[in-house]
């Protein structure tokens, strides 16, 4: 069962913010949101995460709304390097009893495109 | 920076052959994951495992098995290949004491093609 709903692919202008929104509207209490990024022929790359606190990091922001059934990556000042498929992410992660536990199932992910 | 290294970019194995497809990561992480890739489809975890010789099944493990016997390395192994598990197949790595810290940690797959 998808546990997160992203639009299928968005479009935004070289030097613009880009902001991508996800809905988890059965988020639970323990679950994280994380984000990572797929470059064309290349692995998945962690890019944040966050519980229901607004987080910031060198390569983006999280901002997670109150109710925490939605939040938004943002990507300050998008390059063409940024062009790649985002994906949006909940799971527990249960620090205490480790690995067994945490495991990240993903979506299909938004695919954006930088344009110059 | 965590390294995690795929024996082989690409490969070519004929229906019914053994295929082995190697993991390594250096960074001494408890977690190790094997998820393919497919058009449409994303990515599909097929194993993890949470320590030596631990594992579990993901949710398409039917036709692999896997092997961790060291801590650094998770083997998997596709006992008689089919052309239905053509696909790009990533390994991924991560810390269970820091979880969420970093996330996961990708290498770079192994696109393998069965004929």
């Known amino acids: 069962d998808a546990k997160t709903t992203q639009p299928p692919s968005m479009d935004c202008a070289e030097g613009r913010a880009a902001n991508l929104p996800c809905n988890h509207s059965?988020?639970?209490?323990?679950?994280?949101v994380y984000w990572y990024r797929q470059i064309h022929s290349q692995g998945p790359q962690y890019i944040i995460h966050?519980?229901?606190n607004n987080e910031t990091n060198e390569m983006a922001s999280l901002i997670i709304t109150e109710d925490r059934k939605s939040s938004t990556l943002i990507l300050p000042h998008a390059t063409l390097r940024d062009t790649a498929v985002y994906y949006c992410?909940?799971?527990?992660?249960?620090?205490?009893?480790?690995?067994?536990?945490?495991?990240?199932?993903f979506g299909k992910g938004t695919l954006l495109t930088v344009n110059p | 920076d965590v390294k995690v290294t795929q024996s082989s970019r690409y490969l070519v194995k004929r229906t019914g052959e053994k295929v082995f497809l190697e993991c390594v990561q250096d960074m001494d992480h408890e977690n190790m994951f094997w998820y393919r890739q497919d058009p449409g489809l994303g990515l599909r975890l097929i194993y993890f495992s949470y320590d030596v010789k631990m594992k579990e099944k993901g949710d398409i493990p039917e036709g692999y098995s896997v092997s961790r016997e060291k801590k650094e390395r998770f083997s998997l192994i596709l006992e008689s290949a089919s052309t239905n598990q053509t696909s790009m197949y990533l390994c991924a790595s991560s810390l269970s004491d820091r979880v969420g810290d970093y996330g996961y940690t990708f290498g770079s797959g192994t696109r393998l093609t069965v004929v």
């Open positions: 059965t988020i639970s209490g323990n679950e994280y």
């Open positions: 966050g519980l229901k």
């Open positions: 992410i909940v799971s527990a992660s249960d620090f205490y009893s480790g690995g067994s536990n945490y495991k990240l199932t």
